[in-house]
């Protein structure tokens, strides 16, 4: 509409017809990064809790974040948090989540974690899984 009416310039219309596809193919470029990443961490984590779980060893898992200024809230009330086996929360909690879980072996002493702050442990998860994902 704004075309039309001639409120665009010849100069901003070539700029928009240039910098839209190419702001498009950035956005889809660092979308796609995100998601393969995500998706990488994914299979990675799913495949170290197999192998653990089948060892007979582990019986915890410490949640371990990369913490940092694009780590997502859930994912820093987890960090150093510790969780029987089969209780865990497992990676990736966001888009482009970079956590994973380090085992704790039967010989090692333990005890699992029960709040973040205040709130337990699951029903922070619960209010906080998916959300806040760093935009950086």
């Known amino acids: 509409v704004w075309i039309l009416r001639g409120h665009l310039s010849k100069k901003t219309l070539l700029i928009l017809l240039i ?3 190419f702001a498009s193919i950035i956005g889809a470029t660092l979308f796609s990064k995100g998601l393969s990443s995500t ?5 990675n984590v799913a495949g170290r809790l197999e192998f653990f779980d089948s ?10 974040a990369i913490m940092d200024d694009r780590t997502s809230p859930i994912c820093s009330g987890l960090n150093g948090k510790i969780f029987r086996a089969g209780t865990e929360p497992v990676p990736p909690m966001t888009f482009n989540c970079r956590s994973t879980l380090i085992p704790i072996t039967k010989y090692e002493e333990w005890e699992a974690d029960t ?9 922070f998860i ?4 998916g ?4 935009t950086k």
């Open 19 to 21: 910098a839209v596809p």
């Open 39 to 43: 998706e990488i961490n994914h299979d």
């Open 55 to 64: 060892s007979g060893v582990v019986s915890a898992y410490q949640f371990s």
């Open 115 to 123: 709040h973040v702050g205040k709130t337990p442990i699951n029903e």
């Open 126 to 129: 619960e209010e906080n899984i």
């Open 131 to 134: 959300k806040g994902f760093a």
